[in-house]
């Protein structure tokens, strides 16, 4: 009765170790930390363990071809169950798949390090093109360009605090003395310091809250081989000042971002607009200060909608004399924008107008018209039409058209004339093929207008990618 009763709980045992090792390990729920993995460590080593003893006595009371193929299929399985915890192990430390989700305002690729459980986390992005001039006027020529190689680094301290930045690489060189030829650049640096999904700080080198291309400049995630010029002129990107404010969400569908930062340098403004006078946290003067903030709305009952809005005011005088005379040069920039994205179709519009002060002292200083006020816009749409091709593909080509229409001098200061060269219009149209969703290649031609003057017109080719 006693080796009955040992045989009887030996092959029950063993019984139930097969049926549990039968069960696929990918139903088992993957653990989400190294606490939770080593709990299911412990309870499969149990098992194994229990397995191993549960061996002997059933080879030892069994003595036919059955019980040997079952011995055998255990010590199999067992085998198989050690790869599978190891596995565990390593797919914890190492994902299969990076996930790229944009977070917190910031491009996808930018936003690997809020996805890591605790570390370092790196990504970038990289872009170039060939640009041809399809015309005669004006001086521009053929070019081919490394435009930008840039990289992310971030690394995660606690749950709660953790470091994001990058940093870019124009022109395949830092220069060689010009720094039109090339330079390498902060484009942001910052860290991130978690309380409550309402309120949260952020404080360092931080992107300006505009538009749409100065927090997620990455190429997949626009249209085009160049930036649109209203987001480069009206808007300039990418806008990066040292700073420090709040993020969050007030409700799941609505978002802010808010910042104090270093104001801008009027010394620098220009017929062009406000761009040059931007001071990338290189030494920046901060006599006076900018705010910024902008809101997002994304409502639920419509996915794919998001429509929200922007402000930056602040002096820009920076306690110098122009002229002789030291003024505020008090400067505002507001924008709307609003993007849909609905299976295959994709649509955006952005609009901007900017105001600055003592334009007409500026003018007088610098012995050129700066506009007292400026103002840009643009829509565009392009469709997905792969699928209605090959219904099962994953890749993505898209046709698009890109209407912009901007000018940096809208208004002269009272006793300067206007300059309407800076009056332009621009056509632009394009194909977008991502063979995988990290990679693109794009083809575009842009036709420039202006309401004075020439302007030449261009067709780009280039490619862009993110990891």
């Given at each position: 009765?006693k080796i009955n009763?040992k045989?009887?709980?030996s092959t029950?045992m063993l019984?139930?170790?097969?049926v549990?090792?039968?069960?696929?390990?990918n139903?088992l729920?993957?653990?989400?930390?190294m606490?939770?993995?080593?709990?299911?460590?412990q309870?499969?080593?149990?098992?194994?363990?229990e397995?191993k003893?549960?061996?002997?006595?059933v080879?030892?009371?069994?003595q036919?071809?059955?019980?040997?193929?079952?011995?055998?299929k255990?010590e199999r399985k067992?085998?198989?169950?050690?790869?599978?915890v190891?596995?565990?192990?390593?797919?914890?430390?190492?994902?299969?798949?990076?996930?790229?989700?944009s977070?917190?305002?910031l491009g996808p690729?930018?936003?690997?390090v809020?996805q890591?459980g605790?570390?370092l986390?790196?990504g970038?992005y990289g872009?170039?093109?060939?640009?041809?001039?399809?015309?005669d006027?004006g001086t521009?020529k053929?070019?081919?360009?490394?435009?930008?190689?840039v990289?992310y680094?971030?690394?995660k301290?606690?749950?709660?605090i953790?470091f994001?930045?990058e940093?870019?690489?124009?022109h395949?060189?830092?220069?060689e003395?010009s720094?039109e030829?090339?330079?390498v650049?902060?484009?942001?640096?910052?860290?991130?310091?978690f309380i409550?999904?309402?309120?949260?700080?952020r404080?360092?080198m931080?992107l300006?809250?505009?538009?749409?291309?100065n927090?997620?400049?990455e190429?997949?995630?626009?249209?085009g081989?160049?930036?649109p010029?209203?987001?480069r002129?009206?808007?300039?990107?990418?806008?990066?000042?040292?700073?420090?404010g709040l993020?969050?969400?007030?409700?799941?569908d609505l978002?802010?971002?808010?910042y104090i930062?270093?104001g801008?340098?009027?010394?620098?403004?220009?017929?062009s607009?406000?761009?040059?006078?931007?001071?990338?946290?290189?030494?920046?003067s901060?006599?006076?200060?900018?705010?910024v903030?902008?809101?997002?709305?994304?409502?639920?009952y419509?996915p794919?909608?998001s429509?929200?809005?922007?402000?930056?005011?602040?002096?820009s005088g920076?306690?110098?004399?122009?002229?002789?005379r030291?003024?505020?040069v008090?400067?505002?920039?507001y924008?709307?924008?609003l993007q849909?994205?609905?299976?295959?179709?994709e649509l955006?519009?952005?609009?901007?107008?900017?105001h600055?002060?003592?334009?007409?002292?500026?003018?007088a200083?610098?012995?050129?018209t700066i506009?007292?006020e400026n103002?840009?816009?643009?829509?565009?749409?392009?469709?997905?039409?792969l699928?209605l091709?090959?219904?099962?593909t994953?890749?993505?080509?898209?046709p698009?058209f890109?209407?912009e229409?901007?000018d940096?001098?809208?208004?002269?200061?009272v006793?300067?004339?206007d300059?309407?060269?800076?009056?332009?219009q621009i056509y632009?149209?394009g194909?977008?093929y991502?063979?995988?969703?990290n990679?693109?290649?794009?083809?575009?031609y842009?036709?420039?207008?202006?309401k004075?003057g020439?302007v030449?017109?261009?067709?780009?080719?280039?490619?862009?990618?993110i990891?």
């Amino acid at each position: 009765m006693k080796i009955n009763r040992k045989l009887f709980l030996s092959t029950s045992m063993l019984a139930t170790s097969l049926v549990t090792l039968n069960t696929p390990v990918n139903a088992l729920e993957k653990p989400q930390t190294m606490e939770d993995m080593w709990k299911i460590i412990q309870v499969q080593q149990k098992q194994i363990d229990e397995m191993k003893s549960a061996i002997p006595a059933v080879s030892a009371t069994t003595q036919n071809t059955t019980a040997t193929g079952d011995v055998k299929k255990l010590e199999r399985k067992t085998d198989v169950l050690s790869e599978e915890v190891e596995k565990l192990r390593t797919n914890l430390a190492i994902p299969e798949e990076a996930k790229y989700k944009s977070a917190y305002g910031l491009g996808p690729a930018a936003s690997k390090v809020y996805q890591v459980g605790r570390g370092l986390s790196i990504g970038g992005y990289g872009e170039g093109n060939y640009q041809a001039i399809t015309d005669d006027k004006g001086t521009g020529k053929n070019n081919a360009d490394l435009e930008r190689l840039v990289l992310y680094t971030g690394y995660k301290f606690t749950d709660r605090i953790l470091f994001n930045s990058e940093l870019e690489f124009e022109h395949a060189t830092t220069g060689e003395g010009s720094e039109e030829k090339g330079e390498v650049s902060v484009e942001f640096a910052a860290l991130d310091f978690f309380i409550d999904p309402l309120a949260n700080i952020r404080a360092g080198m931080v992107l300006m809250p505009m538009g749409f291309i100065n927090q997620i400049h990455e190429p997949p995630f626009y249209f085009g081989n160049n930036r649109p010029e209203v987001e480069r002129r009206i808007i300039p990107s990418t806008w990066r000042e040292i700073g420090i404010g709040l993020f969050g969400q007030i409700t799941p569908d609505l978002t802010y971002t808010a910042y104090i930062v270093n104001g801008l340098n009027a010394a620098d403004f220009s017929s062009s607009g406000i761009r040059d006078g931007r001071q990338s946290g290189s030494k920046a003067s901060a006599e006076d200060f900018g705010y910024v903030a902008r809101m997002d709305y994304t409502p639920g009952y419509l996915p794919g909608l998001s429509v929200g809005g922007s402000t930056y005011l602040g002096n820009s005088g920076q306690d110098q004399a122009y002229g002789g005379r030291k003024v505020d040069v008090f400067t505002q920039l507001y924008e709307g924008h609003l993007q849909w994205k609905h299976r295959g179709l994709e649509l955006r519009a952005l609009g901007s107008y900017g105001h600055i002060d003592d334009a007409g002292v500026l003018s007088a200083a610098s012995g050129k018209t700066i506009g007292s006020e400026n103002y840009g816009w643009y829509a565009e749409v392009g469709y997905d039409v792969l699928p209605l091709l090959l219904p099962t593909t994953t890749q993505y080509l898209a046709p698009f058209f890109r209407y912009e229409q901007f000018d940096t001098l809208a208004s002269a200061p009272v006793g300067y004339a206007d300059d309407d060269t800076k009056d332009k219009q621009i056509y632009q149209v394009g194909l977008q093929y991502k063979p995988i969703p990290n990679v693109v290649i794009k083809a575009d031609y842009r036709n420039f207008t202006a309401k004075k003057g020439d302007v030449p017109d261009d067709f780009n080719l280039g490619f862009g990618f993110i990891f």
